[in-house]
């Protein structure tokens, strides 16, 4: 099954700002920008099912694109007490102690990257059961959510496909360089 995965367009926050969980709403005319790249592109056919993040910088998005489901489990990771912090603000132990655990530390006592791995994990299974069959199922599905959101999705179909363990996916989801843009469209082929 084809999974059409766009990051949201730019939030409403200031650069070197910790943003994860925080409901932000997007920019207008990032919305715009991103919406009428994809209605240009057509990389979402009509009559994909679509599914969103709950935060408003993807739900606002996804209601311009059509009917769309919004499931919690695409949400990006709670950063705790870091949640609308400075980066610069939150001390270099605590930054440290996540570098040094990245899928078991709760940064700011918010998530740990595997608890976020577990919740879209679960979205994905279930995503495939419901859609991944054969005729008359989609043979697609697009996503509207965050960077995290994606990388965990990547290193899901590798990493299932390879047999890791779910502790091992979420290291190379977390550990892998952040580089997907705003509104930027990753298409991933996904095997039940």
Request: charge should be negative; charged fraction near 20%.
């Amino acid at each position: 099954m084809r999974l059409i995965l766009v990051r949201h367009p730019q939030p409403l926050v200031a650069p070197g700002v910790c943003y994860g969980s925080s409901d932000l709403p997007a920019a207008p005319d990032d919305i715009e920008r991103v919406h009428a790249e994809l209605l240009a592109s057509a990389s979402i056919p009509s009559g994909t099912p679509l599914y969103s993040s709950p935060l408003q910088r993807c739900a606002v998005l996804a209601g311009r694109l059509g009917a769309h489901a919004l499931d919690a489990r695409l949400a990006e990771m709670d950063f705790g007490s870091w949640e609308l912090r400075s980066w610069g603000d939150i001390p270099r132990a605590e930054v440290d102690a996540w570098a040094a655990g990245l899928v078991d530390y709760r940064p700011g006592g918010g998530e740990n990257v595997l608890q976020v791995a577990a919740r879209v994990a679960a979205f994905r299974a279930d995503l495939l059961r419901r859609h991944g069959g054969q005729a008359p199922s989609p043979r697609a599905a697009a996503i509207i959510c965050h960077a995290g959101t994606i990388r965990l999705l990547v290193a899901l179909e590798a990493g299932l496909q390879a047999g890791l363990p779910l502790h091992d996916i979420a290291l190379r989801a977390a550990a892998a360089p952040h580089k997907i843009a705003y509104g930027e469209t990753v298409i991933l082929e996904a095997v039940a």
